[in-house]
C-alpha cells in the first residue's frame, strides 16, 4: 500500500487564503492598527538582533532585491526581443498570422501597408474618387469607357430614396437588410446577420 501523502502543504496552503480573505475583509481602521502592530514587533526583533544576524538579514534581503531584479531584466528583455520579432515582421510582405503576436505599443495602423489614404484622387476622366496608390485605369480604362448618365427613377421610388419621410427612411433601413439575401446564391451553409433581430438562413 502506497504511504499517504503528507499535508502539510495542504495545511498550510488553507492557512495562507484564510490569512488573505481576513485582510480583504479588514477596515481601513484595522489595517493601521495592523500594521502598526507589525512595525512595532519588526523594531523590537531587529532590536534584539546581534550583528552576524544583522549582516545575515541584510544579505538576505540583498540575495532576495537582486534576484527580483535579474527577473525584471529578463522579463524586459523577452518583451523587447518579441518587440522587434513584430517589427520585423512587419517589413515582410505577409501579414499571416501576425494577429498573434499583438504588441499594444506598436503602431500598426501607421504601416505603409495599412495605411492607404483616403480616397482624394480624382480621376481626370471620370472624376471617379480613388485611393493615392491605386492602378491607373481601373474606374474607366483612362477615358476609354464612357457610360452614359443613370435616369432619375420613377416615382414612387425617387421619394423612398430620398431618406426625407418616415416611408423613405423605413424603405432605406429594409433595402440594406436585404441587399444581403443574394448572399444566399453563392451557397455557403448559415448566413448570420445582425440587425435589430437575428436572422439565420440555412441552406
Known amino acids: 500500500m502506497p504511504p499517504k501523502k503528507s499535508n502539510l502543504n495542504n495545511a498550510s496552503s488553507k492557512g495562507s487564503r484564510r490569512k488573505r480573505v481576513e485582510r480583504a475583509q479588514q477596515l481601513p481602521e484595522q489595517i493601521e492598527t495592523t500594521n502598526a502592530a507589525q512595525r512595532i514587533r519588526t523594531a523590537e526583533s531587529r532590536a534584539q538582533e546581534s550583528q552576524e544576524q544583522r549582516d545575515e538579514r541584510l544579505q538576505q534581503n540583498i540575495t532576495r532585491t537582486r534576484a527580483a531584479r535579474e527577473r525584471n531584466i529578463a522579463t524586459v528583455r523577452v518583451l523587447d526581443r518579441q518587440r522587434q520579432r513584430i517589427s520585423r515582421?512587419?517589413?515582410r510582405a505577409s501579414f499571416v498570422r501576425l494577429a498573434f503576436e499583438y504588441a499594444p505599443d506598436i503602431n500598426y495602423s501607421a504601416h505603409s501597408k495599412i495605411a492607404i489614404g483616403g480616397m482624394d484622387?480624382?480621376?481626370?476622366?471620370?472624376?471617379?474618387?480613388?485611393?493615392?496608390?491605386?492602378a491607373a485605369g481601373m474606374c474607366c480604362a483612362s477615358g476609354k469607357v464612357v457610360l452614359s448618365p443613370l435616369p432619375a427613377p420613377p416615382e414612387p421610388l425617387l421619394s423612398l430614396l430620398t431618406g426625407n419621410s418616415d416611408d423613405s427612411k423605413l424603405f432605406l433601413r429594409k433595402a440594406e437588410h436585404n441587399l444581403k439575401l443574394p448572399l444566399m446564391s453563392k451557397k455557403h451553409g448559415t448566413y448570420y446577420i445582425q440587425k435589430k433581430l437575428k436572422h439565420k438562413w440555412t441552406i
Open 89 to 91: 515582421s512587419l517589413t
Open 121 to 134: 484622387k480624382v480621376c481626370q476622366y471620370c472624376q471617379a474618387l480613388k485611393f493615392r496608390n491605386e
